[in-house]
Nanobody, 116 residues
């Protein structure tokens, strides 16, 4: 089992920045991959950014150049730095991790609202 606790969401004006945090209940080295998804009302959940245990990253085209995923192994925490936020970035953001036996775990979600 992996518990994930997210924080850092909120209301921000367009052009602003937010940093989301996801604290895991066990070492990040025990996980195959970690990432951030988002889901806006009426939309499917979509992958925003991910990072493998070896550090390979992926970004959705919609956030490339504006977001950065990182991790602090000592704190078992994954971050998503979001800059130049747009109203269309508004969504509930979910932290996700995948174990080496391909089990997925999800955080509770944190709301990000970008006002125009």
């Amino acid at each position: 089992q992996v518990q994930l606790v997210e924080s850092g969401g909120g209301l921000v004006q367009a052009g602003g920045s937010l940093r989301l945090s996801c604290a895991a209940s066990r070492s990040l080295f025990s996980l195959k991959a970690m990432g951030w998804y988002r889901q806006a009302p009426g939309n499917e959940r979509e992958l925003v950014a991910s990072m493998s245990t070896s550090g390979i990253t992926y970004y959705a085209d919609s956030v490339k150049g504006r977001c950065a995923i990182s991790r602090d192994n000592a704190k078992n925490t994954v971050y998503l730095q979001m800059n130049s936020l747009k109203p269309e970035d508004s969504a509930v953001y979910y932290c996700n991790v995948v174990t080496f036996i391909s089990t997925n775990y999800w955080g509770q979600g944190t709301q990000v609202t970008v006002s125009s």
